[in-house]
């Protein structure tokens, strides 16, 4: 029995020796992770500790019991936190931090989102009628030995935030709210619409060196066509309202919007309800470019 | 706020400015405005910085707005809203919806 007490005493004692940082530092068997994405403006953040498989080949309904609100993770309970209010899989998320659950049952597994975010694994808990609940569909995929959330996909108006341990995998569809809305009624669109003569700030008295940008409404935005953009991606553009008379372009990929090109902006001057011209300013509030209306 | 009896008195002159020639017109335009500026709040991300108070104090002292577009944007901004007879909290809403 000495012979095995000895040893631990004494690594025991080599341990009260080592500076505290290194002491404080711990090998744990789920380690924490984070992972987080912004989306037009909207921060996701999910933080977790991350089981390991570890040779154990059936996870749910064994190590996780049918039945059981689990936390998909470890020790403290993983948090979802977003910075606005959002959609998961169709159902309302108010902006906040919330401890994550899930019902694991062999046919049906529901999420659960409880406005108590700090929380420790056990005891488990019930869910409560504040807890938001997320019905969720699953995936069955080839092992991944640690349990990890990410985002496998991000789109302009949201993001697929995942997670998976073992075979199971579960996306979440997300949707965040646009941070400036595209859309543009019919009459205040009528102020803007028509052909422009745009012109180069290097290009000024050349009127040979104009291209045509003509904006129209449509689909409930207003649209711009130029026939000689300085990119393709500029050939057809959403003008984005940003401000009175102001308006950011909108880059498009599939008659959706994929970039907002906020760094530089289109300010429209209106006499009597009608907008005679534009310029274009950049980040610096300098004058890169002007229009003036053709018709 | 702008903070009472502020002044455009720390605001670096156009003299230390030869290596940035380009930042000079929103250096002019803070030492027309400095009241202005000094109720404005810069959105470059500067505002975390120590001693940081407002878009005044980007063109104090070591001036980052000598390098940065966005805190010379706001200052030029600033001056022409002005000048079209806006108010300082137009000017506020104009330059986050811009910048923010």
Same mark, same amino acid.
């Given at each position: ?43 996701i ?11 154990r ?11 059981e609100?689990w936390?998909?993770?470890?020790n ?25 659950w ?9 999420l ?20 938001i ?23 302009p108006?949201?993001a ?22 595209i859309?543009?009624a019919?009459d ?8 422009y ?5 290097e ?34 553009l959403?003008?984005?309202p ?23 902006v ?8 009608r ?21 | 706020m ?36 000094? !109720? ?13 108070y ?5 063109y104090? !002292? ?39």
């Amino acid at each position: 029995m000495a012979v095995r007490v000895l040893p631990r005493v004494a690594i025991a004692c080599a341990f009260m020796l080592l500076p505290p940082a290194l002491a404080g530092a711990q090998i744990r068997a789920s380690e924490h992770g984070v992972t987080a994405q912004t989306v037009d403006g909207t921060t996701i953040t999910v933080e977790y500790y991350r089981p390991k498989m570890r040779a154990r080949d059936s996870l749910y309904g064994r190590v996780v019991r049918w039945g059981e609100v689990w936390t998909p993770g470890a020790n403290w309970a993983t948090t979802f936190d977003v910075d606005h209010d959002v959609t998961m899989n169709g159902v309302a998320v108010p902006k906040g931090k919330y401890s994550v659950w899930i019902e694991v049952k062999p046919d049906q597994w529901t999420l659960y989102l409880n406005p108590k975010s700090r929380a420790f694994h056990l005891p488990e808990p019930k869910p409560a009628d504040d807890w938001i609940r997320i019905p969720v569909t699953r995936e069955t995929r080839a092992p991944m030995e640690v349990l990890s959330w990410w985002f496998p996909e991000v789109r302009p108006d949201g993001a697929t935030l995942a997670f998976q341990w073992g075979r199971e995998y579960v996306p979440l569809r997300l949707t965040v709210p646009a941070s400036h809305p595209i859309a543009l009624a019919a009459d205040v669109a009528r102020r803007y619409t028509g052909a422009y003569a745009f012109t180069w700030k290097e290009d000024e008295g050349k009127p040979e060196k104009a291209s045509s940008f003509e904006l129209y409404h449509e689909g409930g935005a207003l649209r711009a066509r130029w026939d000689k953009p300085p990119f393709p991606e500029f050939g057809n553009l959403i003008m984005v309202p940003s401000g009175e008379h102001w308006f950011w372009p909108a880059m498009l990929e599939k008659g959706e919007v994929f970039d907002v090109a906020n760094d530089i902006v289109f300010e429209f001057a209106v006499t009597d309800g009608r907008a005679t011209g534009f310029e274009v300013r950049d980040t610096k509030d300098e004058v890169i470019a002007k229009g003036t209306r053709k018709d | 706020m702008p903070r009472p009896g502020i002044d455009a008195s720390r605001v670096l002159p156009d003299a230390s400015l030869a290596e940035y020639s380009g930042a000079i017109p929103a250096f002019q335009a803070v030492r027309e405005i400095p009241q202005i500026v000094d !109720g404005i709040r810069c959105q470059c991300g500067c505002a975390k910085l120590p001693g940081f108070y407002s878009l005044l104090s980007c063109y104090e !002292g070591e001036a980052m707005a000598r390098f940065c577009d966005i805190c010379q944007g706001e200052a030029r901004l600033a001056l022409r809203l002005h000048r079209a007879g806006k108010t300082l909290d137009e000017i506020r809403d104009a330059i986050d919806v811009r910048y923010g």
